[in-house]
Structure formats: structure tokens, C-alpha cells
């Protein structure tokens, strides 16, 4: 009929209109702020001296390294950090921080999911699959963190302060839950069983490639996810046994 409107064009399922954005929005996505700027700079220098750290070491890369991978002058860094040890702690305490609040929202969860009678193995999936999960899926930068983290916790000069620092907090609340899981056991025997618990994690997440060799190829250091599907129950069994083992001895 003349005159009559014409009908909407139809779009296709599963589409919407696209919005229709101001000039300042648009604006600010073609300008990031000073803040956004630096933001973002700082992200690249952190994974830069990540990746370099996790190869090197602490004292193994300098600056001008970190500059280099960033593809700035190296007189920017001094902008962003003060000095080497600095951009150090800062790239530890990033992910430290993700990994402490995940631990602990887990090892929260498991309690009050365990009914208050926590098992030593429930315990100890909740503190080492949630880690483990973050180098599984995380991508390359979360392993680069791994391996750092495991020469921090083999440094005693001053890795031990960075560690007590960032873990103390999540390692006694699994503590915790293993007195509970272990009533009767010797208040040492928990204590060197997490010494155990942790050393086969440091080792792993260093990727030291040994394994690889040992197994013709068999067993890869990559494969967190199989390490995930062994670890807990493994110490779990030892756990026990140590335990048991020494409360005969008393008896």
C-alpha cells in the first residue's frame, strides 16, 4: 500500500544491534589516559623480567636485559622502579597474591564442603590442584611464575623472607586442617610432611626437564596435569604412614 512504512529488516539469531558509542567514549578508545599508559607499560616490563627471571635468576639479568626484551631504552625502567630488586618483588608478589587468595578460598571451601572432618588427602587437593590448575591453564607467563617460584623457595639468603611474606598464611591454614585430619599425630610429623609436600612441588614447578630423561620421554616436567592426578594422593599416603609409623613408636 502507498505510503505504508516498510518492515524492520530482520537479523540474523543471536545478533544484536551494535550500540552506538559517543564521541567522548570513542574518543577515549583511540586515546588511552597517562594512567592506562602506564598501566599497561608496566604490565610488559613485569612479564619481560618474569620470563627473564624465571631463566636466569635474580642475579643473572639486568635491567638493560628487561629494557631490551620490553624494546625500550633502559632508562625508562628507572622510571617505573627504582632498581633491580624492586621490579624483582614486584614481579613475584603480582601472581603471589592470585595464587595466596585461591588457595585460601579453597582450602575455606573444602572445610565447611568436608563438615568439619577434613581428610588429609581432601586437605591437600585443596592446597595443590588450585595451584596446579593455574599453571595448567594460566599460559606461559603463570609457568614462568612456577619456575621463579621455585628459586625463591630454594634461596635461603632471602628467598625464605619472600616466602614466609606471601604463604605463611595460606601453608598454617592447611596446617590447620591437617591437625584436624590428624588428630593423634605428632605435632612435627605434620610439619615435616608439608617440608616433604612442598619440596616435590618446588620441584616440579622448576620444569627442570630430569624427569624427561630419566623416563625416555615418558613423564614430561610440562605435564601439570598429571602431576594434579598424583601429587595429593601420593602425599597423602606418606602423610599417613609417617604418622601411624610414629604413633606405634610412642605407643
Known amino acids: ?15 544484536r544491534k551494535a550500540p552506538v558509542l559517543s564521541a567522548e567514549v570513542k574518543s577515549r578508545r583511540r586515546n588511552p589516559t597517562k594512567a592506562e599508559r602506564r598501566a599497561e607499560t608496566t604490565e610488559q616490563i613485569l612479564d619481560a623480567a618474569e620470563y627473564l627471571f624465571s631463566k636466569h635468576g635474580l642475579y643473572g639479568v639486568t635491567l638493560k636485559d628487561v629494557a631490551k626484551r620490553v624494546g625500550v631504552h633502559h632508562t625508562l625502567l628507572n622510571y617505573y622502579f627504582d632498581d633491580k630488586r624492586k621490579l624483582f618483588d614486584e614481579v613475584f608478589a603480582r601472581r603471589a597474591a592470585v595464587t595466596s587468595e585461591r588457595r585460601m578460598q579453597a582450602l575455606d571451601d573444602y572445610e565447611k564442603a568436608s563438615g568439619g ?13 588450585t595451584d596446579l590448575d593455574l599453571y595448567i591453564e594460566g599460559g606461559e607467563g603463570w609457568k614462568n611464575y612456577a619456575a621463579l617460584g621455585a628459586q625463591v623457595a630454594n634461596t635461603p639468603e632471602w628467598g625464605a623472607e619472600m616466602m614466609d611474606q606471601h604463604f605463611d598464611p595460606v601453608v598454617l591454614r592447611l596446617i590447620g586442617l591437617l591437625r584436624r585430619a590428624l588428630p593423634d599425630a605428632a605435632e612435627e610429623d605434620i610439619f615435616w610432611g608439608y617440608h616433604f609436600v612442598t619440596g616435590a612441588l618446588m620441584l ?12 625416555g620421554g615418558l613423564c614430561k616436567s610440562e605435564d601439570f596435569a598429571a602431576v594434579k592426578k598424583r601429587m595429593a594422593t601420593f602425599m597423602a599416603a606418606g602423610f599417613i604412614a609417617v604418622c601411624e609409623q610414629r604413633r606405634a613408636e610412642r605407643v
Open 1 to 15: 500500500m502507498s505510503g505504508a512504512a516498510s518492515p524492520p529488516t530482520a537479523r540474523p539469531a543471536g545478533t
Open 117 to 129: 572432618t577434613p581428610t588429609v588427602e581432601g586437605a591437600l587437593h585443596a592446597f595443590l590442584d
Open 204 to 215: 616440579t614447578l622448576a620444569r627442570t626437564g630430569r624427569i624427561d630423561k630419566l623416563s
